[in-house]
C-alpha cells in the first residue's frame, strides 16, 4: 500500500533518464577483444574441411575457432525450465550446418575491422545435403535433419518432429456435441520476430577469482548461466552472469544465442 495509487519514482528511472550505463553495452571494458561468427551460406550441409590459415594470419587476428576445437557435446539454447523440456540437440559449433545463417566458425580479434576481415578468408568445403523446406515434407523423413547419435529428447527423429504435446480440459466431444456452432478449419501463422531495439550482445571476461563473467541482455541469467557452464565443462560456481536493465526482449531473450561462445572466447 506504500506505492499503490501513488506517484512512485521508477527504480530505474533516473539512471534511464539521464542516460547512465545501463544495458549491457554501456560498460567500457579496456583492451577487448571482439567475435565474429561465419554464418553458412548453404541450407544442409556436412563440413568437409575448413582453412582458416589465411584468416589466421591477417594482423590482430587472436585466434579462429572451428567445430574441432570443442567436444563434441549437445545441449539446448533454451533456457525456460529445468530439466529442459525441449531436445538437446545443439553444439557450441557443429561439423553439419541446417540452415542458412548456421554457425560455421568463431573468430576473435583485436579489431572489429579484423575481425569482419578474417570471415571473408575462410574457405569452407561443403558436402551438400538435402535440405527441407515444407513441414508437411519435413514429416514424411525423406530427409532427416538430426540423424546422429549422442543427441537427448526429440520426439520423433526420423520424422523431424522435435517435441509433442498433447493437452486436454474437460471433454472435448461432449462440448462440441452441446454447441450450437462448431467450426473447423485449418489455420497457420508465419515465424514472427519480436523486433526489439537491443539486440543480442554480451561481454565477457575474467574476474578476480578466476571466474568467467558474462554481462548479457538476456531474460534469464541462471539459465544461461548453467547452461553455459555445462557448455563448456565449468562448474557452475565458477560462472557469472550479469543482466542488466535489458533494451526489449518480449520473450526474445529466453535463451542463449551468444553467451557460450563469447565466453569460450574467453576460456581459450
Known amino acids: 500500500m506504500k506505492v499503490i495509487g501513488k506517484d512512485t519514482a521508477r527504480v530505474d528511472g533516473r539512471a534511464l533518464a539521464t542516460g547512465q550505463p545501463v544495458f549491457a553495452d554501456d560498460i567500457e571494458l579496456k583492451n577487448v577483444l571482439h567475435c565474429k561468427v561465419l554464418h553458412s551460406d548453404v541450407a544442409h550441409a556436412r563440413i ?103 543427441k537427448s529428447g526429440i520426439h520423433d527423429c526420423k520424422h523431424n518432429i522435435a517435441c509433442h504435446i498433447a493437452a486436454e480440459v474437460g471433454d472435448v466431444a461432449a462440448a462440441f456435441a452441446d454447441a450450437d456452432h462448431v467450426f473447423e478449419g485449418e489455420y497457420s501463422t508465419p515465424f514472427v520476430q519480436q523486433a526489439h531495439i537491443e539486440p543480442h550482445i554480451c561481454l565477457s571476461w575474467r574476474d578476480e577469482h578466476n571466474r568467467i563473467v558474462i554481462r548479457s541482455a538476456t531474460q534469464v541469467p541462471f539459465h544461461a548461466r548453467r547452461i553455459v557452464a555445462e557448455v563448456l565443462g565449468l562448474d557452475v560456481g565458477q560462472v557469472r552472469v550479469i543482466k542488466p536493465r535489458v533494451g526489449g526482449a518480449f520473450g526474445g531473450k529466453q535463451e542463449i544465442l551468444n553467451e557460450e561462445l563469447v565466453a569460450a572466447g574467453t576460456l581459450k
Open 48 to 150: 568437409k574441411r575448413i582453412d582458416a590459415s589465411a584468416a589466421r594470419s591477417i594482423p590482430g587476428i587472436v585466434a579462429v575457432y572451428t567445430h574441432e576445437d570443442f567436444n563434441q557435446h549437445y545441449y539446448t539454447t533454451a533456457g525456460q525450465g529445468y530439466p529442459e523440456p525441449g531436445p538437446r540437440d545443439y553444439r557450441i559449433l557443429d561439423d553439419t550446418v541446417r540452415y542458412v545463417g548456421d554457425r560455421v566458425a568463431l573468430v576473435t580479434a583485436e579489431t572489429l575491422s579484423a575481425a569482419q576481415l578474417a570471415l571473408t578468408r575462410i574457405k569452407v568445403e561443403y558436402e551438400k545435403l538435402p535440405a527441407v523446406f515444407d513441414p508437411r515434407e519435413a514429416l514424411t523423413g525423406q530427409v532427416v535433419v538430426h540423424p546422429e547419435a549422442g
